[in-house]
């Protein structure tokens, strides 16, 4: 069982940047595609972005498409999220996610693990 720990989140302005981190436990880190999903109050949780198990891919949802990122580096069990040019309704707690499974990337059903969250608060 892996265990993820998100940090990184905090305040900034509109049009700013925060990178955010995923640290996972355990050897077995590349074995798990990783997604990062939001959850803002009053809303749906939703899909943000994922990335495959070597890094090869990755998957975005369209209203980050252009302006976040998302990276890995097995050697650090570490997956992140570069977030340029935010905007208000980017706000919300971001959660990254551990899946065995090579598909359904945008479904958060497919993903078993997930860590405690991490706030982002754009400002406009």
């Known amino acids: 069982q892996v265990q993820l720990v998100e940090s990184g989140g905090g305040l900034v302005q509109a049009g700013g940047s925060l990178r955010l981190s995923c640290a996972a436990s355990?050897?077995?880190?590349?074995?798990?595609?990783m997604g990062w999903f939001r959850h803002a109050p009053g809303k749906e949780r939703e899909f943000v972005a994922a990335?495959?198990?070597?890094?090869?891919?990755?998957y975005y949802a369209d209203s980050v498409k252009g302006r976040f990122t998302i990276s890995r580096d097995n050697a650090k069990n570490t997956v992140y999220l570069q977030m340029n040019r935010l905007k208000p309704e980017d706000t919300a707690v971001y959660y990254c996610?551990?899946?065995?499974?090579?598909?359904?990337?945008?479904?958060?059903?497919?993903?078993?693990?997930w860590g405690q969250g991490t706030q982002v608060t754009v400002s406009s």
């Open positions: 996610a551990a899946s065995f499974v090579s598909r359904a990337y945008s479904d958060s059903n497919s993903y078993p693990y």
């Open positions: 990335i495959t198990r070597s890094g090869d891919r990755t």
């Open positions: 355990g050897p077995t880190f590349s074995s798990y595609v």
